[in-house]
């Protein structure tokens, strides 16, 4: 019994360092709201979407032209697996907010951002990371 109760200690806690820190989302809201960030429905290119994995609320979405930031409407626990790809549902070359999802995770909203919002993005990111503590 009592290897059973610190076994599932053990998992809990794991599972807790594994999260994403809240405040790097409060962060990145923060950012939004400074910069003013465009809100957009929908993102179109006729090229693969590349990701970069912010916090298990946000990521980076890149074209060869463009970069924005999406948001999902709860933490998305599947980014950690291998490989991320988009599942477009209605149209393969458009993401639309509130009906396509990345991984199975529903994505609540786009902003368009420049290359240099990108990367204070991902400097706020690795800034806040717990790996670095």
Known sequence: MKRTILTLLIVLLAGCAAQSDPKLDDAIEDFIAVSGLEELDTIKSREQFGIS?????????????????ARFTRRCYELNENQVTPDIRYDRWTLRARFDTIRGCRIEKFFAIDSAQAEELEMLALSRSPERG
């Open 53 to 69: 994995e912010l916090s298990e609320r946000y990521v980076l979405l890149t074209t060869r032209k463009d970069t924005y930031l």
